[in-house]
């Protein structure tokens, strides 16, 4: 079946460092993968996505790239700031199915 | 453009208590519609999701139903709520089941 594990959280960094959240996938054929973001009290908002193998999804500075080979769509960012910090959810999309991973929490410091 | 709205933003109800949780989206038409349920410090689980008018598919057993009786319109509903039922409750629509979902603000439900 379908599943999508990333790392558990909570991530605390400061301001301006270097941000990874891992995500790795299970699913057969070509899904479709999203990250997610979900700011204090509000539903989630696309932050990015990748529909093949290779594409890099960016926006907001952050960025993702879809691995098949390693079945893998981390988020990196290079300098986080304290308006980052919010709960980031890896997604996918296949075969009319629609997983979420469980979210990470990321605390950005002054 | 389209939106997405959901109320109210919080509820408290009272164990075994009715509920009746409202989603509609404007600037859209057929759109895929969805609810999840998102426990405190957990991830987000589907509940229900429905492509048309009437059209409705549970995902996981439980006591809540949902219903559309307008294209732009989901509504989720309990004739008896349970503490278990206590949760963020989100909405969702999409174009299609690949393309990007676009969520409302969430209901923040406590039961007492």
């Known amino acids: 079946g379908n599943s999508v594990t990333q790392m558990e959280g909570p991530v605390t960094l400061s301001e301006e460092a270097f941000l990874t959240i891992n995500c790795t996938y299970t699913?057969?054929?070509?899904?479709?993968l999203f990250w997610y973001v979900q700011y204090p009290g509000e539903g989630l908002q696309l932050l990015l996505k990748?529909?093949?193998?290779?594409d890099k999804g960016s926006n907001k500075g952050f960025e993702a790239t879809y691995r098949k080979e390693t079945t893998s769509f981390h988020l990196e960012k290079g300098s986080v700031q304290v308006s980052d910090s919010a709960v980031y959810f890896c997604?996918?999309?296949?075969?009319?199915?629609?997983?979420f991973g469980a979210g990470t929490r990321l605390t950005v410091k002054p | 453009s389209q939106t997405i709205h959901q109320w109210p933003a919080t509820l408290v109800q009272p164990v075994g208590s009715p509920l009746s949780l409202e989603c509609t989206v404007e600037?859209?038409?057929?759109?895929?519609l969805y609810w999840y349920r998102q426990a405190a410090g957990r991830g987000l689980q589907l509940l229900f999701y429905?492509?048309?008018?009437?059209?409705i598919s549970s995902e996981v057993p439980q006591n809540l139903s949902a219903s559309r009786p307008q294209d732009r319109q989901f509504i989720l509903s309990s004739k008896k709520l349970l503490l278990s039922d206590s949760g963020f409750y989100l909405c969702?629509?999409?174009?299609?089941?690949?393309?990007?979902?676009?969520f409302g603000d969430g209901t923040r439900l406590s039961i007492l």
């Open positions: 969702a629509w999409s174009y299609g089941g690949e393309q990007p979902q676009h």
């Open positions: 699913a057969t054929g070509y899904p479709s």
């Open positions: 990748a529909t093949k193998a290779d």
């Open positions: 997604a996918l999309y296949n075969n009319n199915d629609m997983r």
């Open positions: 600037g859209t038409s057929n759109p895929n």
């Open positions: 429905s492509v048309g008018i009437g059209q």
